[in-house]
Nanobody, 124 residues
């Protein structure tokens, strides 16, 4: 059983940056793929980014590619998401997820483990 706790959200102006972190406990984190998803009010949760076990392979949604960077530190059991050039449409609650399946970690709502989320609000 893996527990995930996100942090780092907040209010930022358009064009600004934030760094989200997800701390994992309760399992061997290096055995799990990790990903970030987000859900805006009135919308379905959507995939944002995913990272492989070693961190050597990443995937991003088209809407964040080139602006967001996912990384992980298996020694610290953390996965991070650097958010740059933020836009008002990036406003959402951001969730960390973990799974052993690459298909599931890049498919909305199918990952096995989820955190409670952290709110990101981008003002125009």
């Amino acid at each position: 059983q893996v527990q995930l706790v996100e942090s780092g959200g907040g209010l930022v102006q358009a064009g600004g940056s934030l760094r989200l972190s997800c701390a994992a406990s309760g399992g061997t984190f290096s055995n799990y793929l990790a990903g970030w998803f987000r859900q805006a009010p009135g919308k379905e949760r959507e995939f944002v980014a995913a990272i492989s076990l070693s961190g050597g392979n990443t995937r991003y949604s088209d809407s964040v590619k080139g602006r967001f960077t996912i990384s992980r530190d298996n020694a610290k059991n953390t996965v991070n998401l650097q958010l740059n050039s933020l836009k008002p449409e990036d406003t959402a609650r951001y969730y960390c997820a973990a799974d052993t399946s690459w298909t599931r970690i890049t498919t909305t709502n199918d990952a096995v483990y989820w955190g409670q989320g952290t709110q990101v609000t981008v003002s125009s």
